[in-house]
């Protein structure tokens, strides 16, 4: 007999698994746990695999203004474009990282001509250059 009362004969990593990973009633948050990890794993692959040209195009795009514009205003396009064909995709996220996006959903509607004539300036410009 152990410490904890067991005397089953098994393991302590087995009755650990058992009732503790495999358990009915905590396998949904183990579940979810194990999604946060295979989320964190493929990040960390994505930017071990592209994070040079990440930073290439990150750099490329801030330190030129046309290219900063360009990546605002097809920001705010898109998530109003997508804010008003799914709502609940933008909506349900109004704070933090994702809540820029929902800000420039906000941005595209509320201010819909001065984004659509500064679409056209910067494709104007952009033909033009």
């Known amino acids: 007999m152990d410490k904890a009362g067991h005397n089953d004969g098994s393991w302590a990593i087995t009755r650990f698994f058992r009732?503790?990973?495999?358990?009915?009633?905590?396998?949904?948050?183990?579940?979810?746990?194990?999604?946060?990890?295979?989320?964190?794993?493929?990040?960390?692959?994505?930017?071990?695999?592209?994070?040079?040209?990440?930073?290439?195009?990150?750099?490329?795009?801030?330190?030129n203004f046309q290219s900063l514009m360009l990546v605002v205003l097809l920001t705010i396009c898109t998530c109003t474009y997508l804010r008003a064909q799914a709502p609940s995709l933008v909506d349900r996220n109004k704070t933090g990282f994702v809540g820029l996006f929902w800000k420039a959903a906000r941005i595209g509607e509320r201010l819909s001509p001065y984004v659509s004539i500064a679409c056209f300036v910067m494709a104007f410009q952009l033909i033009m250059h």
Do not use: M, R
């Open 19 to 63: 009732e503790e990973v495999l358990h009915p009633q905590k396998i949904g948050s183990n579940v979810g746990v194990l999604y946060g990890v295979g989320v964190f794993a493929g990040v960390v692959y994505f930017l071990d695999k592209y994070g040079e040209l990440l930073i290439q195009w990150f750099h490329t795009a801030l330190f």
